[in-house]
């Protein structure tokens, strides 16, 4: 996991489309120079979730883009997806690795810098780490402060993504935090032009961690 995987991190979230094609708007994120996406449908069954996520791998795999499933391990499995990102309550990452194998990527919520570094001693391959500020498609998420952000990348040698209500008015906030990129819901896919706004925050994104571009 390098800095440049992780660099433009969009979660899906079908409410925020308006109505528009789901998998139209995630192949135009992709265009736009999104790096990983994440499958976050939390309404959906495991079986509608494993079939939906077949979808989108076979999007994914034509850019060269990881496709991590959100919490449910069964569903990234069975689907062929490149990993999964829990929570704190969900699957132990210990577990997940045995079941999954070295190559799965696991990612891990972590809201202290002794939760990063058990995640990591558990095998995670990153952490997602928030909310920096409140997020309409969050509402609960605990806030964290950019200093205690700055702990985790410092106390642990796994990248770290911002995570939280980060939009491209507001995504400064990373700017020497130490994370190797930024996740997003609304910033992407609440846009009406979706691949616009994913070009326009890799720029900047990329801008903000001294990263190079290439797309």
Same mark, same amino acid.
Do not use: W
């Given at each position: 996991?390098?800095?440049i995987?992780?660099l433009?991190?969009?979660?899906?979230?079908?409410?925020?489309?308006?109505?528009r094609?789901?998998?139209?708007?995630?192949?135009?994120?992709?265009?736009?120079g999104v790096?990983?996406l994440?499958?976050?449908?939390?309404?959906?069954?495991?079986?509608?979730?494993?079939?939906?996520a077949?979808?989108?791998k076979?999007?994914?795999?034509?850019?060269?883009v990881?496709?991590?499933?959100?919490?449910n391990v069964?569903?990234?499995?069975d689907?062929?997806?490149?990993?999964?990102?829990?929570?704190?309550?969900?699957?132990n990452?210990s577990?997940?690795r045995?079941?999954?194998g070295?190559s799965?990527?696991?990612?891990?919520?972590?809201?202290t810098?002794?939760?990063?570094?058990?995640?990591?001693?558990?095998?995670? @391959?990153?952490?997602?780490?928030?909310?920096?500020f409140t997020?309409p498609?969050?509402k609960?998420?605990?806030?964290?402060?950019?200093?205690?952000?700055k702990?985790?990348?410092?106390?642990?040698?796994i990248p770290?993504?911002?995570i939280?209500?980060?939009?491209?008015?507001?995504? @400064?906030?990373?700017?020497?935090?130490?994370?190797?990129g930024?996740?997003?819901i609304?910033?992407?896919?609440?846009e009406k032009?979706?691949?616009s706004a994913?070009e326009?925050?890799?720029?900047k994104?990329g801008?903000?961690?001294?990263v190079?571009?290439?797309?």
């Amino acid at each position: 996991m390098n800095k440049i995987d992780l660099l433009l991190y969009a979660i899906t979230d079908s409410k925020s489309l308006g109505g528009r094609d789901f998998y139209t708007e995630i192949e135009n994120s992709l265009k736009g120079g999104v790096t990983v996406l994440q499958l976050r449908e939390k309404e959906l069954t495991t079986p509608e979730l494993t079939e939906k996520a077949v979808k989108v791998k076979r999007i994914c795999e034509k850019y060269g883009v990881p496709l991590i499933i959100n919490d449910n391990v069964q569903a990234a499995i069975d689907s062929g997806a490149d990993g999964v990102h829990v929570g704190a309550d969900d699957m132990n990452v210990s577990e997940i690795r045995r079941l999954a194998g070295e190559s799965f990527i696991i990612g891990a919520t972590a809201k202290t810098p002794e939760q990063a570094k058990n995640a990591r001693e558990q095998g995670a @391959d990153y952490l997602g780490c928030g909310a920096l500020f409140t997020s309409p498609t969050k509402k609960n998420a605990k806030p964290m402060t950019v200093e205690t952000l700055k702990e985790i990348t410092r106390a642990v040698t796994i990248p770290v993504v911002a995570i939280g209500g980060l939009t491209f008015d507001n995504i @400064d906030i990373i700017k020497d935090s130490g994370v190797s990129g930024a996740a997003v819901i609304s910033a992407i896919f609440a846009e009406k032009d979706v691949k616009s706004a994913a070009e326009k925050l890799r720029q900047k994104i990329g801008g903000l961690l001294n990263v190079s571009q290439t797309i």
